[in-house]
């Protein structure tokens, strides 16, 4: 190929004019690749991108007068194209001279539409280029050819490789400004390699460009002679895509959306993430495990007798099976595991810090569930890849840490399915998403702890007992009156030969609990436990009263969640911080302000009032007595 | 966009997966935009597809229909009219409203039109005030919390970095410093109270996909798209359609039959025609692909601003 100047991104023009159906023809079979290109400020990217763009004439003459007139009034160019006066988009960027967020550009040649993810290259600005590399098929490391392998380009590299990118191009760029000198490029490729196999890229696609000059970016440069390998263009339009090898894989389909015009039509809909699937399959339901057999798949072009992965689908089975959005569809014989611990790879994207044993939205596929994180068993310096020692993620940071669902969950190991291995963190406040991860395998005592079904069902237990079971939880400040009203009503239920238990603040933290303090972390672990012994009782059929302070939203609703609809019963004793400051009985709130007692709530930690509890107590205006007579008739009217 | 399957009957396992590696890239994007459509309407309350009755509205409007097939889509149509369109548009857009069985819903900011607000003598306020100010009623009015768009990424500078689903306040601004990171296929269509969301679908797709896209799938368009003889004026250096008798003939104006279409589609007063024979799709096709000038050129609302036209129309509300 070393004498092959024709151009592959030109020839369309003639095809256009001379036969527009032909050239159609063509386009109608591309196939599409997405990738991204990281490197720092100064490594040339937004120029090589715009290069793309110039030389596949995404460029319109309108765009381009305006870039040649921009490029005189703020170009670094000089009287040249500065072409990356193209790629910055928004009047903030333009100003500063960088790119700060994720933008997409697209470009076609002969054979592949390209989406382009510019993600930019400073360390604040990790979450940018995890978000740009996780649709991307390939990843182009550029390297500034008189710089060599800087920081950066091990940052790059390493966020490549750990979301999963297999096609890494090592673009050492700037050729034109060290003489196309070959001994700088196997220089670079030397300390490149080394790098690389430390960190477990096993191969890349070295290539030494200009993006100022053009060399090898659409064809072999006369330049560098001494370069026997593909240019850019070549490379990328060759390159085989992440869709092609999902299509090997076993079936898996998340259903997105129970399809039900009618009555006599009942189809789920979804992308399929992996393999394929024909009519007649077996196929598996989870997390039921139910099966049945693909009896049609239909489009509004009509029914087809197979799908492949990356196609979105709506399929009808044989059987009437319980199916809805969140279950995973999968090959019957190989499904995926079903697991709520696992160990995760999570990459921390909001300014607020991870809080270990805090609730998140975790979104999987189509499944969204309740998620708590652990203590990160260490943190990854991005810089140097070393482990570190954190008690917490903040923004940017990236750790391995183990996680828990509060029900078990369809997945794959990342590595064997981004759709059903990848996920998103959000914040249960906020709606914020703060995290991405990727989950490596689930922990041994999830898989191999089974859920032990037990002959007397919890309906037969409450029966016995000739009651229905409740949590009737009080949440409030210390000194509110919590414990007093809930020992009330406690004994109120008694008389009724209600069969009751409660469960005290104070009580469980001399055992269950005394091994928690009273940070942030600490009371949310605290509350999780609580709230699962408070579960179990439910299960006994008992009412349990809980008198606990549980200043978080969040944790209360995580309660709120592992109870059975209706059983949880929220109860706020609503009383102003200054009158529980004023009563005071143990002598806390004394303490707190005098600086003896850390993490007071109230003092310097925040209670957060329920919005909308089942019962609110207004302590100013009734006596405790009033106020469990109140409680005791909303519970049994 | 089934030939993959048709060819496939027969074939082995190993076969099958050696189609897939063909999946074309309006396969792959019209794949993605159905994903998009479903994921919205599971977890929205109300959703609503904006509709404007260009030839991107035809193409989410077709991909609407594929993504809940054989159920007609679960969401109306919200056109937000300024009553300046081409009449041919409106009549598509009755037609396709019928066809698809949705509800349509069509909006004019009353405010505009008690005060006569026109093109001609408002300028960029008839934007202002039948668009960005007519587009915030309807949604407000109707309490919709999620409005597809049929925005591309390829349209704009700004476009090009706003994330599929997009968040605005309250009042409908966006930031664009402060916008969800979105990861994979995964979407967070989570809201704080009185947040809503844009959302575009075809965000990945360019012009030409659009035009491949409708010519594969005989997506219905308005004919304005294709050349015919039509009364013109020149004005400002652009060539305007002389629509209906509200167009005020200015001193020695004079409308000239002259063969046009247009690339794209607005108000009659402020969209440029061009000068063309092509009367098919594939002839579009070809003259777009060897124009050399951009698609929203034909518009004037871009120009404000310093080059930031878009972007500060955005972050007020603009869709």
């Known amino acids: 190929m070393t004498d092959v100047m024709a151009d592959p991104i030109y020839k369309t023009d003639a095809l256009i004019a001379e036969d527009i159906d032909a050239y159609l023809e063509t386009h109608q079979h591309k196939t599409m690749l997405r990738f991204i290109t990281c490197g720092s400020v100064d490594d040339g990217k937004s120029t090589l991108i715009g290069r793309l763009l110039y030389d596949s004439k995404m460029i319109f003459e309108d765009q381009l007068a305006a870039l040649e007139a921009d490029s005189k009034k703020v170009g670094t160019q000089g009287q040249d194209i500065d072409f990356a006066l193209l790629v910055d988009g928004l009047a903030a960027e333009r100003e500063q001279g960088i790119t700060i967020d994720v933008a997409y550009r697209f470009f076609n040649t002969e054979k592949r539409k390209f989406i382009v993810a510019d993600t930019p290259g400073h360390e604040q600005y990790t979450r940018n280029m995890v978000t740009g590399a996780s649709t991307a098929d390939l990843a182009v490391i550029l390297i500034d050819a008189r710089k060599g392998v800087l920081v950066q380009t091990r940052r790059h590299s390493y966020l490549a490789h750990l979301i999963g990118i297999k096609n890494i191009v090592l673009a050492i760029n700037k050729m034109d400004l060290v003489d196309y000198d070959q001994s700088v490029y196997d220089a670079i490729l030397k300390d490149y390699t080394a790098f690389a196999t430390s960190i477990g890229i096993t191969a890349f696609t070295p290539i030494p460009i200009s993006g100022f000059k053009g060399d090898n970016i659409t064809g072999p440069s006369a330049n560098t002679p001494w370069y026997k390998g593909p240019a850019l263009i070549e490379h990328l339009e060759n390159v085989e895509v992440n869709a092609a090898t999902d299509a090997d894989k076993p079936f898996r389909m998340a259903v997105q959306w129970v399809n039900r015009p009618n009555l006599d039509f009942r189809g789920f809909s979804g992308q399929i993430a992996t393999g394929t699937v024909k009519l007649g399959d077996a196929i598996r339901i989870l997390p039921s495990g139910k099966t049945s057999t693909v009896s049609r798949i239909v489009t509004l072009d009509g029914d087809l007798d197979v799908a492949v992965a990356g196609q979105s689908v709506t399929i009808c089975l044989a059987d009437e099976v319980d199916c809805s959005r969140g279950d995973v569809i999968a090959a019957a014989d190989n499904p995926p595991q079903a697991a709520d611990q696992f160990e995760s790879t999570i990459v921390w994207m909001a300014d607020e810090e991870m809080l270990p044993g805090r609730p998140y939205w975790l979104k999987i596929g189509t499944q969204t569930v309740t998620a708590t994180v652990q203590q990160p068993k260490y943190q990854v310096n991005v810089n140097t890849m070393e482990h570190l020692a954190a008690r917490t993620l903040d923004l940017n940071a990236i750790g391995v840490a183990n996680l828990s669902t509060d029900k078990a969950i369809s997945f794959e190991p990342y590595a064997q399915n981004r759709t059903l291995g990848g996920f998103i963190l959000i914040d249960k406040i906020t709606n914020a998403t703060v995290a991405a991860g990727m989950l490596h395998f689930s922990l041994r005592r999830a898989q191999n702890v089974h859920w032990q079904p037990t002959d007397v069902s919890r309906e037969s237990h409450a029966a016995m007992k000739n009651q229905k079971p409740a949590v009737l939880w009080f949440t409030g400040l210390s000194g509110a009156g919590k414990s007093t009203i809930a020992n009330l009503v406690e004994k109120k239920l008694a008389r009724m030969n209600r069969h009751t238990f409660l469960l005290d603040g104070d009580n469980v933290r001399h055992g269950l609990n005394k091994d928690l303090g009273f940070t942030d972390a600490d009371r949310v672990e605290n509350i999780r436990r609580v709230g699962e012994v408070a579960k179990l009782m439910t299960d006994a059929g008992l009412v349990v009263i809980t008198a606990f302070i549980s200043p978080f939203r969040s944790e209360r609703d995580m309660v709120r969640q592992m109870m059975q609809p209706g059983e949880f019963v929220e109860v706020h004793i609503d009383t102003p911080l200054a009158d529980a400051e004023a009563r005071d009985v143990k002598g806390l709130y004394k303490k707190a302000r005098s600086g003896e007692l850390k993490n007071f709530t109230g003092i310097d930690s925040p209670y957060e009032p329920p919005h909308d509890p089942e019962i609110r107590i207004d302590t100013m205006a009734m006596t405790a007595e009033e106020a469990a007579e109140l409680i005791v008739a909303r519970l049994i009217p | ?319």
């Open chain 2, 1 to 319: 966009m089934s030939c993959l399957y048709q060819a496939s009957i027969g074939r082995s396992e190993k076969d099958l997966a050696m189609a897939a590696r063909n999946l074309t890239h309006l396969e792959r994007l019209e794949s993605e935009a159905i994903h998009i459509m479903r994921e919205v309407v599971s977890e929205a309350e109300k959703p609503v597809m904006l509709y404007s009755v260009g030839k991107d509205s035809a193409v989410m409007l077709h991909l609407a229909r594929k993504a809940f097939y054989p159920s007609p889509p679960p969401f109306p149509l919200l056109h937000v009219d300024t009553t300046w369109k081409f009449q041919e548009m409106y009549k598509l857009r009755d037609q396709m409203a019928r066809e698809s069985g949705m509800e349509l819903l069509v909006y004019q900011n009353p405010e505009a039109k008690e005060r006569g607000i026109n093109p001609f003598d408002h300028g960029a306020l008839h934007t202002d005030m039948w668009k960005t100010e007519g587009l915030k009623q309807a949604l407000n009015l109707y309490g919709f919390d999620a409005a597809f768009g049929g925005a591309r990424r390829d349209e704009e500078k700004s476009r090009a970095k706003e994330r599929i689903f997009s968040f605005r306040t309250a009042s409908h601004g966006w930031d664009p410093k402060n916008q969800r990171p979105e990861l994979w296929n995964l979407y967070n269509a989570k809201k704080n109270k009185g947040e809503s969301i844009r959302v575009f679908p075809i965000s990945n797709w360019t012009e030409l996909d659009i035009w491949q896209y409708i010519h594969l799938n005989d997506v219905p368009i308005v004919p304005l798209y294709f050349a015919d003889q039509r009364p013109t004026v020149e004005r400002d250096g652009m060539l305007l359609m002389v629509d209906d008798d509200r167009f005020p003939l200015r001193e020695g104006e004079e409308p000239v039959m002259r063969s046009i279409r247009f690339r794209t589609l607005g108000c009659y007063p402020l969209t440029g025609a061009v000068e063309s024979t092509a009367k098919t799709l594939p002839e579009v096709i070809q003259e777009t692909l060897l124009t050399t000038t951009s698609e929203r050129q034909g518009r004037a609302i871009d120009k404000d601003a310093g080059g930031a036209g878009m972007e500060k129309k955005k972050q007020e509300g603009y869709f």
